[in-house]
């Protein structure tokens, strides 16, 4: 029995206990048990809405899950038979500890040869001087990497391509999503190996890859023992993104001088001449189909991934479960009524009368209408080091609390 799977039955067979004993304090110390279960079952909710959020709203929940937990306690300890209640408190608790364990994500990616000639192009300005930080180059030096920093003025195309004439077998890149994108797209190219070295400041498709975000120089093993996964990549007027490309407030904002130093300020800023009255702009002349076929000529917000997106209260919110799917993700925003649409699709297109500003995995870029999104199917081999998790965090949770009792089954039983 993998540990897994073993994880899931331990979970279950804790929450069964726990709740037979929370039934035996509700029934034998009537009221007060009663009300102490109630507390817990208030606890609860609180810890699956802190799942679902993030920031400051999660920290929220966390604190009104741990008060109605101690409330709870309060009252169990107060009254008959406590010693059942709090016993079954504290078996509930260690349920969810080792649910976590259960859908913990560690992937064993098929064996691969290692490259002879790998290079690892890096960016000492990404992620405020993370290859600095971590002496990324002389580690790449150890492990018989060339590693090539970027320079202000440099062409990181044709310092790759150079060096992929001269026999680099193997690319690397350690920078922020743009400059992934860009040696993945030679990587794939060639049918080349690519490892995503996390040294930027977000590493959204390192997370999504599977990818320690801490282990920065960990990445680099990727070359010397990692296994191997074919990914999708996608494309906008032919030009590759590996994590998405924005249209509407998103792309007005990161247009704008100072986006990169305050976003929030920047995105409220943009709101008003994008969404108010006299925005009159890009948003109002956005032309495109939704999954049904219908035919629009706004949005607030269009999103375009590499692979749909966990987006709004999920569990794993903001991240994709998958990153060969095959298909794009597309999520429309529409001010009232409107509403908010997602779908996916292999092919989408937005046209407009005039060039339209996107934001390319967080690049500002002005593009000739119409554009033209495509998936690129298992377009890109990815090595990911032994010791990462080798795919996205989100890969394996449920998507909504109400599946977790279900989900935790289907692993008990082999079945996922």
């Given at each position: 029995m993998s540990s897994h799977r073993l994880a899931a039955v331990v979970s279950l067979l804790l929450l069964a206990v726990s709740l037979v004993g929370l039934a035996v304090t509700a029934v034998t110390s009537f009221p007060r048990g009663l009300l102490a279960v109630v507390l817990v079952l208030v606890a609860v909710v609180a810890g699956l809405e802190a799942l679902r959020c993030r920031g400051a709203r999660r920290v929220i929940w966390l604190v009104a899950c741990a008060l109605f937990l101690v409330a709870a306690l309060t009252v169990m300890i107060s009254g008959d038979h406590h010693l059942v209640g709090i016993g079954s408190i504290v078996l509930l608790v260690l349920s969810v500890g080792v649910a976590r364990r259960a859908f913990r994500n560690h992937t064993t990616l098929p064996a691969a040869t290692p490259p002879s000639r790998p290079i690892v192009v890096w960016n000492p300005k990404s992620g405020g001087g993370k290859a600095v930080t971590h002496q990324l180059a002389d580690q790449a030096r150890k492990r018989g990497f060339e590693p090539i920093e970027l320079k202000p003025g440099d062409d990181l195309v044709q310092l790759v391509?150079?060096?992929?004439?001269?026999?680099?077998?193997?690319?690397?890149?350690?920078?922020?999503?743009?400059?992934?994108?860009?040696?993945?797209?030679?990587?794939?190219?060639?049918?080349?190996?690519?490892?995503?070295?996390?040294?930027?400041?977000?590493?959204?498709?390192?997370?999504?890859?599977?990818?320690?975000?801490?282990?920065?120089?960990?990445?680099?093993?990727?070359?010397?023992?990692?296994?191997?996964?074919?990914?999708?990549?996608?494309?906008?007027?032919?030009?590759?993104?590996?994590?998405?490309?924005?249209?509407?407030?998103?792309?007005?904002?990161?247009?704008?001088?100072?986006?990169?130093?305050?976003?929030?300020?920047?995105?409220?800023?943009?709101?008003?001449?994008?969404?108010?009255?006299?925005?009159?702009?890009s948003t109002s002349e956005l032309h495109w189909r939704d999954q049904d076929g219908e035919s629009h000529d706004s949005a607030a917000v269009i999103l375009v991934s590499n692979n749909p997106y966990r987006l709004g209260r999920v569990m794993g919110s903001g991240t994709r479960p998958r990153m060969d799917g095959g298909v794009l993700g597309v999520a429309a925003m529409q001010a009232p009524p409107g509403g908010q649409r997602q779908w996916s699709t292999p092919t989408f297109e937005v046209d407009s009368p005039r060039p339209i500003p996107v934001g390319v995995d967080g690049e500002a870029l002005v593009l000739d209408a119409p554009l033209q999104f495509a998936s690129r199917p298992a377009a890109l081999r990815v090595r990911i080091a032994p010791q990462h998790p080798g795919a996205s965090p989100s890969a394996t949770l449920p998507e909504h609390p109400a599946q977790v009792i279900g989900r935790l089954l289907a692993v008990a039983a082999g079945r996922a």
């Open positions: 391509r150079d060096a992929v004439e001269r026999g680099a077998d193997g690319l690397a890149a350690a920078g922020g999503d743009g400059t992934q994108a860009l040696v993945a797209t030679i990587a794939a190219e060639h049918d080349l190996p690519f490892a995503c070295i996390p040294a930027g400041t977000r590493n959204h498709f390192a997370l999504d890859l599977g990818v320690d975000r801490d282990d920065v120089v960990g990445a680099l093993d990727a070359f010397i023992d990692g296994g191997e996964r074919r990914v999708d990549l996608a494309e906008v007027n032919g030009r590759v993104f590996v994590n998405n490309v924005s249209l509407g407030l998103y792309a007005e904002a990161v247009q704008r001088p100072g986006y990169r130093e305050s976003k929030l300020r920047t995105l409220l800023d943009t709101a008003p001449d994008v969404l108010g009255p006299a925005s009159g702009d």
